[in-house]
Structures are given as structure tokens and as C-alpha cells.
């Protein structure tokens, strides 16, 4: 855990996150913060779980500060201290779920005590929120999306090992049995369903999933989910009936009957490919490809058929390459800045095509192609060309030779997604400065007035936790100090130079309270402005 101690008074502030045993509460980084703006920076770029307060501050009292953490973080629990015993401020306190209210100086006893109260409270409703009965309810609130979810990986090509099948399917409470045989159902919604808006189209494909659910539920396990295509896909697996049918006979006999309740009750046709049945989950991904396949090259334009795929073996020469259309995409992997991924999946499209299409122009030509497109959508979504980028390689794909032969896609690939690495992280770095310009530039204009980390993340549209982060990277120090040195400098130059009063230099640079700004400038200096302004005569 992460606490914060917030107070004007410097040396209460060091003295409590100094000497006092707080690691023996579990807790783990104690932050200091001299005024209330200070502690809001640390809470927008910490997680800090637990602020210790003063109410007493200029600029921005205890009482205000927790009303601002509230808006950021309900969970954060706060504990104010104060010199005065007023019931007003208990109230206060006491409405914005304050954990304790302490006079000061506290006693270690009370102190501690109300730490460790906080951090009891805090562990309590962790706990709730990771409990078992919540977890297990909230799964079942999601379930039918996480079932369609991974239905639809599967589907894509994902591989998940041997016991992960069983513990997804045991998870998601799905009656489904890794090592028996199943059968998928693609069933295409024909055009009397096209003329629906989104939210109707969505209705009526739930509609028809739930009829296949109640029609084929007595013989089969169903589930179903719409794939990226359009089809409705079912994944299916008797059940232990006793019955005398063939469990061809009863998928194709309960396919014709979902077809006429279709049309009886939505006033619409259906036209079904079943596939033979298959050991699930080894075959699960060929089988979807060899149906919609069938369905592209079969049923084609023709309506209303109930079709079975036959295990006719597909030439070798005419099958698709699998590495490079199995997720995650390559295109995918380079948008997410992925590269080791991203030169992983080339190196592995080319075993492929060595190991099983090395007399195949085509498919070096296919995967060549989709390397390419993909390249030049990241280079122009980062408004670099491809010609600029690959300088002499750009020969290469003009005249053909980048695709001529397995050795040169893989030379050629994999050179150009190193310059793209390059080229992308340049243009990261001419960002990332650009970010550090402008908030230097909008806090050397605005010191006066209102620099807080949110203020200047809004202005350079960022959430302040990145803002903060690219600034550390690119500068390597904090925002908050960089603004104070800013301000110390400032105040320097002017103590030295002008002959304004140290209030005014004071609201210049953005401190309201003048009071508030020597003690800073005393702690930064050891010396007040005006005993650093005469020493300097």
C-alpha cells in the first residue's frame, strides 16, 4: 500500500513519514506533499491508498483536499489531523467518510491506530470485490459473452493447450467435453432479414439462436454464436439419449425443423450447412474453414438448403496458407507495436510456405501481398511513405523480386520491419519532445495562474498519469519539480533584479499566499526573499 502525509509545515511532514514504523503496517512508499495542489499531483500519478492531512493549510484547506480526492477516488481513505477541536470541521470530516479525526500532535497509539483502521476498511472491501460469490456472480452477468467469446477464437484459429479447453469449458459452465466428437452448424439468415436496422438484426439473430437452442436441446448440447462473416455458428454434441436414430438422421431432421419454425414464426429463410462429425476441439478450426468454404462454393447464391459437407479431401495444392491469417494478425501485431510478434509470424509464414508450398509462385505471392498492405497502412497511418522509408529496398517491390522466391519475402520482410520499427519509434520520440515543448512553453506563460498536472494534461489532451509518465521518460524529472524549480528561478531573478514587493513577485509566480511562498522559498534556500534579495545587493 501507498500512503501520503500532507502538510504546509515541512518538518511535520518529514518527522511523520521518517521515524514512525509504517512498513510494520504493510505499508510500502510514505509520499510527502507541502500543500494540497502538491498532494492532488501525487494522487493523479500514485495509487495511493491512504492521505494523512492536515486541515489547517493556506491556498487549500484539509477539508477541501478530500472533497477534491472524493471526485478522483471514492476508495481512498483519509485521516485529518488539526490543532483545533472544532465540530464543525468533525462534521465536515465525518461527511466525506473520513476514517478518523485527530488533534495534534497525535499520539503514535492514535496515530497508528488509524492507519491500521484504514487499511482494514481498505482490505475489507478489496476483499468483497475479489470474493468468490462476487466473481462467480459477476461471471455468470457475463457469460454469455465470454461462451461467444472464446467460441469465436476458436473459430479464428486460436490454440489453446490441452487442459485449457477443459478449464475454460468447466469456468463458463459449458456441458461440452474436450475428446468427444461434435458437429458445427453454419446457418446463414437470408435476405427477407436484411431489411432490419442493427438492434432489430441483433434481436432476430438472438431469436434464432435461442430457437436452435430449444429445438436441437433435447438431443444435442448447443452453442452458438455469430461469427465475423455473418453466419450463425453451432457447435454441437449429443447428448446420452437413448434413441434408434442415426445422430445424422437427428441433426439434419431437427436443421429442417429449425428452418420452418424460422419462416412459421420470423417470417424468414435459413439456408444450413452441417458438417461431419469431428473430434472436438483438434478438428474445430478445419471444420469451420471447410464449411464456409462449402457454403461460398455450394450453396453460393441458392436458398433454404439443409446441406451436409462431405470428407472429400481438398487438393493440397489449392489449400490456404494457415500461419498468416491465424490471430493475432500481422497488421495487428504492427498497429499494437508488437515487433518481436510481428517478426516472429513472418519467420513462421515463411517455414510454412518451405515446408508445404515451396513450388507455389501463389502463395508466396498471397503472403507477400498481405506483408506489403500491411506495411503501407502503418507507414501512412504515421504519415511516413513506404518509398521514403524503405530507400532502396522500394526496388525490390517494384520490380517483383521481394516475392520471386520464399528467401527474398523473408530477407526482404523482415528488413523492412525493422526500418518501419525505426521509423515508427523516431516519430514516437518527435512526439513525446513536442508534448514536453508545449507544456513548457504553457507553463513558462502561465505560471501565474492556475499549472496543475490535470491543467496541463487537458491542455495537451492527455490523461495526466501518461502526461507524467512521457515527461519523466523524455526529461527525466518529475513535472511538479520541474514547475517548482521554474518558480524558484523565477522568484531568484526577480528578488535580484526588480524592486517589486515580495508579494507581488509571489503572485506572480503563483503562489496566492505570499506567507506560503517564503516558507517554500526558506525550505528551498534557507534563507527568506527578502535575506536572499539583501545578501545579493
Known amino acids: 500500500m501507498q500512503m501520503i502525509i500532507v502538510d504546509d509545515e515541512a518538518h511535520w511532514v518529514d518527522n511523520l513519514s521518517m521515524t514512525k514504523p509504517w512498513h510494520t503496517l504493510g505499508i510500502e512508499h510514505v509520499h510527502k506533499a507541502y500543500s494540497a495542489h502538491e498532494a492532488l499531483q501525487i494522487i493523479d500519478t500514485h495509487p495511493i491508498d491512504i492521505v494523512i492531512s492536515d486541515i489547517q493549510m493556506p491556498e487549500m484547506t484539509g477539508i477541501e483536499l478530500i472533497e477534491r480526492i472524493r471526485v478522483r477516488d471514492k476508495k481512498i481513505k483519509c485521516i485529518l489531523l488539526s490543532g483545533y477541536s472544532e465540530f464543525d470541521y468533525a462534521k465536515k470530516a465525518i461527511q466525506y467518510e473520513a476514517v478518523d479525526y485527530l488533534l495534534k ?123 465475423e462473416h455473418g453466419y450463425l455458428v453451432f457447435l454441437l454434441q449429443l447428448k446420452e439419449n437413448d434413441t434408434d436414430i442415426g445422430k445424422e438422421t437427428i441433426l439434419e431432421k431437427l436443421s429442417v425443423q429449425l428452418q420452418s419454425k424460422v419462416k412459421q414464426f420470423l417470417k424468414g429463410s435459413l439456408s444450413i450447412v452441417i458438417t461431419e462429425w469431428f473430434p472436438f476441439p483438434e478438428q474445430l478450426y478445419d471444420r469451420f474453414r471447410q464449411a464456409s468454404a462449402y457454403f461460398r ?18 487438393p493440397a495444392a489449392q489449400g490456404p496458407l494457415d500461419v498468416l491469417y491465424t490471430p493475432p494478425s500481422f497488421i495487428h501485431l504492427l498497429e499494437s507495436g508488437q515487433w518481436d510478434a510481428a517478426e516472429e509470424k513472418i519467420v513462421a509464414v515463411c517455414e510454412e510456405l518451405d515446408k508445404k508450398w515451396s513450388e507455389s509462385w501463389e502463395h508466396c505471392m498471397e503472403a507477400g501481398f498481405l506483408i506489403t498492405a500491411s506495411f503501407t497502412n502503418l507507414a501512412h497511418r504515421n504519415r511516413l511513405t513506404l518509398a521514403t522509408l524503405m530507400g532502396s529496398d522500394i526496388e525490390w517491390l517494384q520490380s517483383g523480386k521481394a516475392f520471386s522466391t520464399i528467401s527474398k519475402l523473408r530477407k526482404w520482410s523482415l528488413s523492412v520491419l525493422g526500418k518501419l520499427k525505426e521509423g515508427t519509434s523516431n516519430e514516437i520520440k518527435d512526439i513525446r519532445s513536442e508534448y514536453v515543448r508545449k507544456i513548457q512553453d504553457f507553463t513558462d506563460k502561465n505560471l501565474h495562474l492556475d499549472v496543475s498536472l490535470r491543467v496541463l494534461a487537458d491542455h495537451v489532451n492527455l490523461h495526466p498519469t501518461h502526461l507524467s509518465k512521457i515527461y519523466k521518460i523524455e526529461t527525466g524529472e518529475g513535472i511538479s519539480d520541474y514547475i517548482s524549480r521554474l518558480r524558484m528561478d523565477r522568484a531568484c531573478h526577480k528578488l535580484k533584479m526588480t524592486t517589486k514587493k515580495v508579494y507581488e513577485i509571489s503572485m506572480e509566480i503563483g503562489y496566492m499566499d505570499p506567507a506560503y511562498f517564503i516558507k517554500v522559498f526558506k525550505r528551498q534556500f534557507g534563507v527568506t526573499p527578502q535575506e536572499y534579495r539583501d545578501h545579493h545587493k
Request: proline share 3%.
Open 105 to 227: 500532535p497525535p499520539t503514535d497509539d492514535e496515530l497508528m491506530g488509524a492507519v491500521q483502521k484504514a487499511i482494514d476498511q481498505l482490505n475489507t472491501e478489496w476483499e468483497l470485490i475479489s470474493s468468490l460469490k462476487r466473481t462467480q456472480f459477476t461471471l455468470r452477468e457475463n457469460l454469455p459473452h465470454l461462451r461467444g467469446r472464446l467460441l469465436l477464437e476458436a473459430l479464428q484459429g486460436h490454440r489453446f493447450a490441452a487442459g485449457e479447453w477443459e478449464r475454460k469449458l468447466t469456468n463458463y459452465d459449458l456441458p461440452f467435453h474436450a475428446g468427444d466428437y461434435a458437429s458445427l452448424m453454419l446457418v446463414r439468415m437470408e435476405e427477407e432479414f436484411r431489411h432490419y436496422d442493427n438492434n432489430d438484426q441483433t434481436l432476430i439473430e438472438y431469436a434464432v439462436i435461442n430457437m436452435a437452442e430449444e429445438i436441437m436441446g433435447e438431443f444435442m448440447e448447443v452453442w452458438g454464436v455469430k461469427e
Open 297 to 314: 462454393q455450394i450453396v453460393g447464391d441458392e436458398r433454404e438448403f439443409v446441406m451436409r459437407v462431405s470428407d472429400v479431401e481438398t
